[in-house]
């Protein structure tokens, strides 16, 4: 079965910081992952699809890696502002595992003026 | 706006009642699905529908059925709702369910079942 897990589960950075927000996954059989936004009493924003060919892909200040041999992606934040406060959760869609979008825990992000 | 609407947006419900959660895209998806929301617990998918009149069981689907009459809808029905139910539930969409489409998230329903 598939496990997401990310890390850490909350971080605080003051205003400017560059930071990385990390993802796991036990299986590398997956179609993509993808990075979303939800913020406190809302529902989950789409920030960035990586397909499972794919090394990266770019949003603005948003980055995200994929190293899918090892079972890992990354978000860059570049510039973090207080506005980026947010829960930041990764998805994998599991290639041998139907339409199961399986998620990882989160990171709540606090970025202090 | 396009997108995915979900009401309603909270409910309190009595245990044992019955409740339907509406769900409707108009970006002509193929690929439907609901997730619960829970602290410690994260999103886990209840049910799912790739296409208009098929739909399946997802990890968590006991005590909840779905329909799939037509493209745009996906609601979810709670037969007889139990405490354990209460959770924020998200319906999502996707064009297709195969290789790797982007999902989409509505704005999520608050049940409370007391």
């Known amino acids: 079965k598939q496990e997401v897990t990310q890390i850490p589960a909350a971080l605080s950075v003051p205003e400017g910081e560059n930071l990385v927000l990390n993802c796991s996954f036990t299986?590398?059989?997956?179609?993509?992952l993808q990075w979303f936004r939800q913020d406190p009493g809302k529902g989950l924003t789409s920030l960035l699809l990586?397909?499972?060919?794919?090394r990266e892909q770019t949003s603005g200040r948003l980055n995200a890696s994929l190293d899918k041999s090892s079972g890992r992606s990354t978000l860059y934040i570049a510039a973090s502002q207080p506005g980026d406060s947010a829960t930041y959760l990764c998805?994998?869609?599991?290639?041998?595992?139907?339409?199961?979008?399986?998620f990882g825990g989160g990171t709540r992000l606090m970025v202090k003026p | 706006i396009a997108g995915i609407t979900q009401a309603p947006t909270s409910q309190i419900l009595a245990a044992g009642r019955r409740m339907t959660l509406r769900c409707t895209q108009d970006m002509r998806h193929n690929a439907m699905y609901w997730y619960r929301q829970d602290l410690g617990l994260g999103l886990r998918l209840i049910h799912y529908s790739n296409t208009a009149g098929t739909t399946g069981k997802g990890e968590v689907p006991d005590g909840y059925s779905v329909s799939r009459a037509n493209t745009d809808d996906f609601p979810l029905t709670l037969a007889s709702a139990v405490p354990s139910q209460t959770s924020v539930y998200f319906c999502a969409s996707a064009p297709s369910e195969a290789f790797g489409t982007e999902a989409f998230f509505g704005q999520g329903t608050r049940l409370t079942v007391v």
């Open positions: 998805a994998v869609r599991p290639a041998n595992a139907g339409n199961m979008l399986t």
């Open positions: 990586i397909q499972s060919s794919q």
């Open positions: 299986d590398s059989a997956i179609y993509n």
